[in-house]
């Protein structure tokens, strides 16, 4: 019995998720029938990030039991001649059979991306957030330090996740703008003043005086694991940062609450995708004859659900 690691990228839109659900299709879902109908064998993965419905992922992690004789590296050219264009194996390798890719120590990227224009982009729907009231990216920039580092981040997480501490390592946040301008300055802003209002509200503009510079905004954080929904909900934060709903300061007040109630609304799937998953390779290379000679069983359990963001 081997154990193979796969890295996976797919197109999330017509997904139910990464994870099989009775409401339609998953990614794991179609990758199984494929490796099935590969090797002849009942086959099951084990991804290390459960994306949700309508997320992507430019290099998600599976691994496989098989006794196939199909050298590892070249099972992803054949598997891919079997999966739908949405979705591509970037690679396969043999790895140790006590390796589990959601239990082993790791470095996960996500990155967000928002549409900010006056009108939304047909192109860009499917992979981007259209925010149509001008963003302060500076201010943004100031509130997202606060969420660097290790915290309690039960305020960013959503109410029905299961896990046993939702305390998380953030290791870097950055806010980037497509056109490299760094300052990312606006036109013409539609707030002309500092103020901010942390009370509901409903922006009223005059459509017609909107004359403000389109630009992508790209938010890209790198941690040790994310909870339920997390990056979605501070993006969303992030937002009222940059519209002047928050002040920066005030995500420092959300984040010691520990209440998802202080925080802002979770951002849509579809700006949301997995960039990627680094391991120390020693946690999953192969080792000498004094390797293991049991293996760990693949069950995907609820338990420490990460961000199916």
């Known amino acids: 019995m081997r154990r193979i690691m796969l890295t996976i990228a797919y197109d999330g ?78 690679s396969s390798c043999e790895v140790r059979v006590d390796f589990h890719p959601r239990h082993a120590d790791c470095t996960k990227t996500y990155e967000y991306s928002i549409y900010n224009a006056v009108h939304p982009d047909p192109i860009k729907r499917r992979y981007s957030y259209f925010v149509y009231v001008p963003l302060d990216v500076d201010a943004m920039r100031k509130a997202a330090e606060y969420l660097v580092g290790e915290h309690d981040f039960a305020s960013f997480c959503s109410a029905h996740a299961q896990v046993k501490t939702t305390v998380r390592t953030v290791y870097s946040l950055d806010i980037i703008c497509g056109d490299q301008d760094d300052s990312c300055i606006i036109n013409e802003a539609i707030h002309k003043t500092s103020d901010y209002k942390n009370t509901d509200l409903k922006i009223k503009t005059d459509t017609s005086r909107r004359t403000y510079q389109a630009q992508d905004i790209k938010i890209r954080i ?44 979770k951002a849509p799937a579809e700006g949301l995708k997995l960039i990627g998953i680094k391991y120390d390779p020693k946690n999953y290379e192969l080792l000498p004859e004094t390797a293991p000679d049991h293996t760990e069983p693949l069950i995907d359990t609820t338990d420490d659900m990460d961000e199916i963001d």
């Open 13 to 90: 839109t017509d997904y139910v998720g990464w994870q099989m659900q009775p409401n339609g299709i998953a990614v794991e879902q179609v990758i199984n029938k494929a490796l099935s109908e590969l090797t002849g064998e009942d086959i099951i993965i084990a991804g290390a990030s459960r994306t949700d419905s309508g997320v992507h992922a430019g290099g998600n992690v599976a691994v496989f039991d098989t006794e196939t004789r199909i050298p590892a590296e070249k099972i992803c050219f054949a598997l891919n001649q079997r999966l739908p264009k949405d979705i591509v194996c970037l």
């Open 222 to 265: 790198s941690g040790n694991g994310f909870l339920y929904n997390m990056v979605r909900i501070i993006v969303g934060t992030l937002v009222k940062v940059g519209y002047h709903f928050y002040p920066p300061e005030y995500v420092k007040t959300i984040l010691e609450a520990c209440d998802r109630t202080k925080a802002g609304p």
